[in-house]
């Protein structure tokens, strides 16, 4: 049976279309775009049993790009921060808690940015024909760079598909390459898509990868190179490079069963764990705050503004679990950032590490911190104290680190900094004055 395409909507309002089929742990299976088009693909046997087989045991979801397949076809913007919007419009859609994330070949980039800006989200990442840059890949792959040049549209996918599945292919070939002709327009192709992707580059955001990640390849397979796997997987903290036999370049080709149980096996281990649940009870609240983003969006500009702050936000969740915090998902207030911990020590050694960040990404941050009881409420927090603790944080000046005196008293002992008394402060919704505290790192000895 054809699984049903549904759609979410995107930051941007774009309309995305996917799929799903299989139950237990998700998995998102991002397109080979912009050549992807869920009921064609279907059709296609050697697609049909590539999903099938990765759904055996998971539940997988899969999508077509903005612009192609039947997502919505009149788009303008193919960003990489578009691109990563269509995922989180899935997520968003499916109240995904934590998930997999697959990066299949074109969307790798997509996939690896996604996944270093939003740590909490993406339990385990597999990346399939990985790269960052489509401008090192085309420079990698010389017999891609001949057919761009082509100007019969025929002429262009047929041998296009035969590159990508083999000149041997025969019927296959021809099949995939009518799916190429049925996905995208040639306009949407060689004047929206191909310049913006040319322009799309994920390199820096290897090494903020917190996930533990797979990268596959095949030994001889030319698009990319090996080389290009064996670097995006070097530059990743918990990464694992598996090369397998072969030369296709699909992983649906050649010898899939091979593919798939690499892919489950990595998926597998340490199965059974249940991520950490936000906490209900007294917690350490951190909330962080763009200082004066109304004035830095008409500085900036709208795009280039959102551009940084959403780099921003993954460094500053990064920041957050690698200090045993709990990042909270979705749009908070403002342009805030909302996280807990368990630690006190952990939280001001976090703060400062955010403020810090901040300052780099020319985005300085207000940052406040408060303890008290939270209420948890499927992927939220709620409660007096976080309500305390964003009051807090509009007291501080940009990248200051601001502390209730409830979270001094519980790490005056431990955290390894100076507090400067700021008094009594009468918050906006709170009854009785609160004393803040500034932090100051120690001197050094």
């Known amino acids: 049976m054809e699984p049903r395409v549904q759609y979410a909507k995107a930051s941007d309002g774009v309309s995305i279309a996917y799929a799903d089929i299989g139950t237990g742990d998700p998995v998102i299976h991002t397109p080979n775009a912009p050549f992807s088009h869920l009921t064609l693909d279907w059709q296609f046997p050697e697609f049909r049993r590539w999903y099938e087989q990765l759904a055996q ?22 960003s990489l921060d578009a691109l990563v919007a269509d995922i989180e419009a899935l997520v968003e859609k499916l109240h995904l808690k934590t998930f997999h994330l697959l990066g299949f070949q074109a969307s790798s980039p997509v996939a690896i940015a996604y996944a270093a800006r939003h740590p909490g989200r993406v339990a385990k990442l597999v990346l399939w024909g990985a790269y960052t840059s489509y401008a090192e890949f085309m420079a990698r792959s010389p017999a891609l760079a001949s057919v761009q040049d082509m100007q019969d549209w025929k002429t262009f996918t047929e041998t296009l598909a035969h590159i990508a599945i083999g000149w041997s292919a025969g019927d296959p070939a021809r099949k995939f390459a009518e ?9 949407t192709l060689s004047e929206r898509w191909g310049p913006a992707r040319r322009a799309i580059d994920a390199t820096e955001h290897l090494p903020q990868i917190r996930a533990p990640t797979l990268v596959l390849h095949r030994q001889n397979c030319p698009l990319p190179p090996l080389d290009v796997a064996q670097r995006v997987a070097s530059a990743i903290a918990d990464a694992r490079l598996v090369v397998l036999e072969g030369d296709a370049v699909a992983p649906y080709l050649g010898d899939a069963v091979s593919v798939v149980s690499a892919i489950d096996d990595f998926l597998s281990e340490g199965g059974g764990e249940e991520p950490t649940d936000l906490p209900s009870g007294t917690a350490i609240i951190l909330f962080a705050d763009i200082a004066d983003s109304t004035a830095l969006t008409e500085r900036l500009g709208d795009a280039a503004f959102r551009g940084k702050a959403r780099g921003l936000d993954g460094a500053l969740r990064t920041i957050i679990h690698d200090n045993a915090g709990t990042p909270i998902e979705g749009k908070l207030l403002g342009d805030g950032v909302l996280a807990v911990f368990t630690s006190a020590r952990q939280a001001i050694e976090a703060a400062l590490a955010c403020g810090r960040s901040g300052d780099d990404a020319g985005l300085p941050l207000h940052l406040g911190l408060h303890a008290g009881d939270v209420i948890r409420e499927e992927n939220n927090v709620y409660g007096g104290a976080v309500n305390i603790a964003a009051r807090i944080s509009g007291l501080s000046a940009p990248g200051e680190v601001l502390v209730s005196d409830t979270v001094r008293g519980l790490a005056r002992t431990s955290a390894g900094v100076a507090f400067e008394d700021r008094g009594e402060q009468a918050l906006k919704g709170v009854g009785e004055p609160v004393r803040a505290w500034a932090v100051r790192e120690a001197a050094a000895p």
Do not use: K, N, Q
């Open 57 to 78: 045991t998971r539940r997988l979801i899969w999508y077509d790009a903005r612009g192609s397949g039947l997502s919505d076809r009149d788009v303008e913007d193919f």
């Open 179 to 187: 799916i190429m002709r049925r996905s995208v327009s040639p306009a």
